[in-house]
């Protein structure tokens, strides 16, 4: 008997008479997360997405600053402890250990599809570094890597004639038939409900950023990930450790907060109190310096502190930050002359579903990747730059394990 994890449906669903399609794998969010997890499946398989927005409405479009890699054997050390000391230590380091060893082959892979990183004069990769790393071990493009990165993976996915993306459409809920995820329920942009039912499920949903009145994070995301598993039973984990990123544009309106990279603190920009006096270390860990922000604009009774791009080269703001530049021209200011104001905004969840290290919730044929899981490679505090990383390694795992249902399937067969 097919059931909805989350009890009765809404009354204006009426699921009795609503369209029902199959798949064999159903993949709910359409950031890098879930394009990559599509990327990774077999071509012989039947895929469908779901995407609550239009596809270019993914915080994974939004990720500034890059992707960590790690450069050589020696960094291997370095990075681990970064990572482990920037999450309070309370990180799953059994995961730590897979997101670092498998990010050289997953870069490798990125640029195979297309993706482009930024290169040094003598056409070597360009390594930066942000808060909390010990070494520079970070990729860009620009500061626009998120979207470089999402867009191409998009791209690929698109091009897959075994995949099909439906804008616009939410899930609502899970179907469950004794005890086992065979799919959703969702609505289409016109209401209409419609339930897919699919030999696994993957949940990529991103994270709660809609929930905060000042977020990095479109408002599209609610949770819903979380929401539904949580009412079907499913364990979460540490749905408490919400990262505030330090440093967002001030604005006194309520649209989505314009993030303001840690690259650019990584690069040399500081911040500085409303006498224009350096107040903390810019290169701390995110919740040590938004603790500091946060301190300071409490002393000064002001809504925002100031960061200087004045030990930043011009050539550096004009082409590594370039969006951020024409951004801030925007609201009126120009950063190759002036501080800009910022203010402390929600980023990031480090909880979320509980998961393994192949990404498999508590229910058979259910999994969950990105920023709606939890596999513990951040710990209390996400180190900057894991995010994109962990997101592709955890849900090319994913998808690698449903697969091997499909080839078990087809050799006993």
Same mark, same amino acid.
């Given at each position: 008997?097919?059931?909805?994890?989350?009890?009765?449906?809404?009354?204006?669903?009426?699921?009795?008479?609503?369209?029902?399609?199959?798949?064999?794998? %159903?993949?709910?969010?359409?950031?890098?997360?879930?394009?990559?997890?599509?990327? $990774?499946?077999?071509?012989?398989?039947?895929?469908?997405?779901?995407?609550?927005?239009?596809?270019?409405?993914?915080?994974?479009?939004?990720?500034?600053?890059?992707?960590?890699?790690?450069?050589?054997?020696?960094?291997?050390?370095?990075?681990?402890?970064?990572?482990?000391?920037?999450?309070?230590?309370?990180?799953?380091?059994?995961? +730590?250990?897979?997101?670092?060893?498998?990010?050289? @082959?997953?870069? $490798?892979? %990125?640029?195979?599809?297309?993706?482009?990183?930024?290169?040094?004069?003598?056409?070597?990769?360009?390594?930066?570094?942000?808060?909390?790393?010990?070494? @520079?071990?970070?990729?860009?493009?620009?500061?626009?890597?998120? *979207?470089?990165?999402?867009?191409?993976?998009?791209?690929?996915?698109?091009?897959?004639?075994? !995949?099909?993306?439906?804008?616009?459409?939410?899930?609502?809920?899970?179907?469950?038939?004794?005890? !086992?995820?065979?799919?959703?329920?969702?609505?289409?942009?016109?209401?209409? =409900?419609?339930?897919?039912?699919?030999?696994?499920?993957?949940?990529?949903?991103?994270?709660?950023?809609?929930?905060?009145?000042?977020?990095?994070?479109?408002?599209?995301?609610?949770?819903?990930?979380?929401?539904?598993?949580?009412?079907?039973?499913?364990?979460?984990?540490?749905?408490?450790? +919400?990262?505030?990123? @330090?440093?967002? %544009? #001030?604005?006194?309106? @309520?649209?989505?907060?314009?993030?303001?990279?840690?690259?650019?603190?990584?690069?040399?920009?500081?911040?500085?109190?409303?006498?224009?006096?350096?107040?903390?270390?810019? %290169?701390? =860990?995110?919740? !040590?310096?938004?603790?500091?922000? #946060?301190?300071?604009?409490?002393?000064?009774?002001?809504?925002?502190?100031?960061?200087?791009?004045?030990?930043?080269? =011009?050539?550096?703001?004009?082409?590594?930050? *370039?969006?951020?530049?024409?951004?801030?021209?925007?609201?009126?200011?120009?950063?190759?002359?002036?501080?800009? =104001?910022?203010?402390?905004?929600?980023?990031?969840?480090?909880?979320?579903?509980?998961?393994?290290?192949?990404?498999?919730?508590?229910?058979?044929?259910?999994?969950?990747?990105?920023?709606?899981?939890? $596999?513990?490679?951040?710990?209390?505090?996400?180190?900057?730059?894991?995010?994109?990383?962990?997101?592709?390694?955890?849900?090319?795992?994913?998808?690698?394990?449903?697969?091997?249902?499909?080839?078990?399937?087809?050799?006993?067969?």
């Amino acid at each position: 008997m097919i059931t909805l994890g989350a009890g009765a449906p809404a009354p204006q669903i009426d699921v009795e008479n609503c369209e029902r399609v199959s798949c064999d794998v %159903l993949i709910v969010g359409c950031g890098v997360a879930g394009l990559y997890a599509a990327l $990774n499946l077999p071509e012989n398989l039947s895929v469908e997405m779901l995407c609550k927005e239009d596809v270019a409405s993914c915080d994974s479009m939004l990720a500034q600053g890059g992707i960590c890699v790690q450069r050589d054997d020696e960094d291997y050390e370095p990075w681990f402890e970064d990572t482990l000391r920037a999450g309070h230590y309370e990180n799953r380091r059994e995961s +730590v250990d897979i997101m670092i060893r498998e990010s050289r @082959p997953l870069i $490798n892979d %990125l640029m195979a599809l297309g993706v482009v990183f930024d290169r040094t004069v003598d056409g070597e990769l360009d390594y930066t570094r942000e808060g909390a790393h010990s070494r @520079p071990r970070i990729l860009h493009r620009a500061d626009l890597t998120g *979207a470089e990165i999402t867009s191409k993976l998009l791209a690929q996915v698109q091009n897959r004639g075994n !995949v099909a993306i439906h804008e616009y459409t939410t899930m609502q809920d899970l179907l469950i038939e004794d005890g !086992v995820c065979v799919g959703v329920l969702a609505t289409d942009g016109a209401n209409e =409900p419609v339930m897919i039912y699919a030999h696994d499920v993957i949940l990529a949903t991103g994270g709660v950023g809609g929930l905060y009145p000042r977020s990095t994070n479109f408002r599209s995301l609610t949770g819903d990930g979380c929401r539904v598993c949580q009412k079907a039973g499913i364990p979460l984990e540490h749905m408490d450790y +919400v990262q505030i990123h @330090p440093t967002s %544009l #001030y604005t006194p309106n @309520p649209d989505r907060s314009f993030l303001i990279s840690e690259s650019c603190r990584g690069e040399g920009a500081i911040l500085l109190d409303a006498n224009g006096e350096r107040f903390t270390d810019e %290169l701390q =860990p995110r919740d !040590v310096v938004t603790a500091a922000i #946060y301190e300071q604009m409490r002393r000064e009774g002001s809504q925002h502190v100031w960061l200087s791009f004045e030990n930043v080269a =011009p050539e550096v703001i004009t082409t590594h930050f *370039a969006n951020i530049y024409r951004r801030c021209l925007q609201e009126g200011y120009d950063i190759l002359h002036e501080p800009i =104001p910022v203010v402390p905004a929600q980023h990031y969840l480090m909880g979320g579903i509980h998961v393994d290290s192949q990404s498999r919730t508590s229910m058979p044929h259910l999994y969950a990747a990105g920023e709606t899981s939890c $596999n513990g490679v951040h710990g209390a505090n996400r180190l900057a730059s894991n995010s994109l990383l962990e997101s592709m390694v955890f849900a090319r795992r994913a998808a690698l394990d449903v697969s091997s249902h499909f080839a078990k399937v087809a050799h006993s067969a």
